[in-house]
């Protein structure tokens, strides 16, 4: 089975700094997603990586994709307090890949 | 453009009785998926589904869980004889063909006392 693991599993970072989640998958794949999700909420898409190299950005939230080293990286610029939230990774695997593999997720804490 | 639907959002019930949990889908998406998720962990994939057919049933327990998408109405997943271990948070997603992003409902949060 497809094991996803993301670290670090809490982030505690001040406004106004920079960081990176890492999310590391077992076995080949050829989409990878990133979901945040608040508190009692559902899951709310943010990125789909589909290729190696693969970089997309919206605000502050910068995600990579490197197939070869089956990682992913979710980059923070510049914290604000309504980042808060925790992040998961989910990469498509099981039968024809349509199911998605979730890491364990990123709880994330801006701190004014 | 109405998204995933999902009811009801609590449930609660008694060891022993039987949950139905509903997921209507996004217009025009006819893939539907559901995951549990328990407490401070990730999503665990259930099982995947086309209208009238079950297409991947591999994270589904063997036992007392069934889910189906009839043609007509919204998708079911099936508890029955609840217990505590069950109590968890249900998503449904859907998505327009099986290789499309997924977008999730609110989800039912189960509880069984």
């Known amino acids: 089975e497809l094991k996803v693991e993301q670290n670090p599993l809490f982030l505690s970072m001040q406004e106004g700094k920079n960081y990176t989640i890492y999310c590391n998958y077992s076995?080949?794949?050829?989409?990878l997603y990133w979901y945040r999700q608040d508190p009692g909420k559902s899951l709310e898409s943010l990125f789909v990586?589909?290729?190696?190299?693969a970089v997309k950005q919206e605000g502050r939230l910068m995600a990579s994709l490197d197939t070869k080293a089956r990682l992913s990286t979710l980059h923070i610029t510049a914290a604000v307090h309504d980042l808060s939230a925790t992040y998961f990774c989910?990469?498509?695997?099981?039968?024809?890949?349509?199911?998605?593999?979730f890491g364990t997720g990123t709880r994330l804490t801006v701190i004014p | 453009n109405a998204g995933v639907m999902q009811n009801p959002r609590h449930l609660v019930r008694r060891r022993g009785q039987e949950a139905r949990l509903r997921c209507s889908p996004m217009?025009?998406?006819?893939?539907v998926y559901w995951y549990r998720q328990l407490p401070e962990e990730g999503l665990k994939f259930m099982v995947y589904?086309?209208?009238?057919?079950?297409?991947?049933e591999s994270g589904m327990p063997k036992e007392r869980f069934s889910a189906e998408f009839p043609k007509e109405g919204p998708s079911i997943l099936r508890i029955q004889q609840v217990v505590r271990g069950d109590s968890a948070a249900y998503f449904c997603?859907?998505?327009?063909?099986?290789?499309?992003?997924?977008?999730f409902g609110p989800g039912t949060r189960l509880l069984v006392l």
């Open positions: 589904l086309q209208k009238e057919n079950i297409i991947d």
């Open positions: 990586l589909l290729s190696n190299g």
């Open positions: 989910a990469v498509a695997g099981g039968a024809g890949a349509n199911n998605l593999f």
């Open positions: 217009k025009g998406h006819s893939h």
């Open positions: 076995t080949t794949s050829d989409r």
């Open positions: 997603a859907s998505s327009p063909g099986g290789r499309e992003t997924q977008y």
